[in-house]
């Protein structure tokens, strides 16, 4: 048999999730956004879940691709744009819509020869310093996207830096507006928090990401608490093994923990090489037989051991959740001093994954 861990992903709990963000927008069309393999989900797993969205959102050209190849006819847009003049091609054949956001992507465009026009979003870097024209130069990089004859549409477009945060949107807004003061198009400005959070920045088009996968965009749980998202992924695995410890006994690579009690721990086959934190310290929240307790020791490449103190049923077999289901995966990060993104997206491909 293979070793017990494996992950779910849940397919009506991505349905749930988008519904949630339309009902936070409900006048907004939505790109779902499925960039790093759909938050490491996987995109021909996350698609079923979400094909009743308006456009995906990603970056990689062989993702967009492998999209229309499940059978997606509507828009694809990439966040990034295009990074070759080679690029443009694929764009056009695939019908894709392409961010903009610096001179060097505009003289490529200027130079392309396109069987049809192109569907442009025009960004603007109204105070994130990432990616796109500055207020005072974004008129004039709108006027020359609008004199080419292969574009079509033109969206603005542009990112909040801490829609998730006590600063919040308002001086970008007032940034994007002073810049795109009088130009005509639709808007596409607000990411997961500002959908679910700054219902002013909804315009035509919203952004949602980590909260189609159950997450929440600050890292807090609470923060979404009572909005009805679902984890859209289950890492769980078993016991393989079950230790009884003396007062004094250590467990694990550099015997960082010390037993202060007799005490059962259990090992959990999954590690660092799982996708799992190495750094996950004594006290990472998991669940043994549906009770939680607390990881204890160092992460091992394969495997991790658990405090059974609080689960006196826990034998070999038993089956322990590291996050989804039961577990939310932004309490796990937040133990660990990262983010549930950063978990998903490092789910190793020696994981089986299973869709439910």
Known sequence: MPRPIRATIHTAALANNLDVARRHAPEAKVWSVVKANAYGHGIERAFPGLRETDGFGLLDLNEAIRLRELGWAGPILLLEGFFDPADLKIIDEYGLTTTVHCDEQLRMLEGARLSKPLTVQLKMNSGMNRLGFVPERFRAAWERVRAMPGVGQIVLMTHFSDADGERGVDYQMEAFER???????????????????????????????????????SGKTADVAGLGLQPAMTLESELIAVQELSTGQTVGYGSVFTAERPMRIGVVACGYADGYPRHAPTGTPVLVAGVQTRVVGRVSMDMLMVDLSTVPEARMGSKVVLWGRGLPIDDVAAACGTIGYELMCALAPRVPVIEQ
């Open 179 to 217: 810049g795109a003061r009088d130009i005509p198009g639709e808007r596409c400005l607000a990411n997961s928090a500002a959908t679910l959070f700054h219902p002013q920045t909804h315009y035509a088009w919203v952004r949602p990401g980590i909260i189609l996968y159950g997450g929440s965009p």
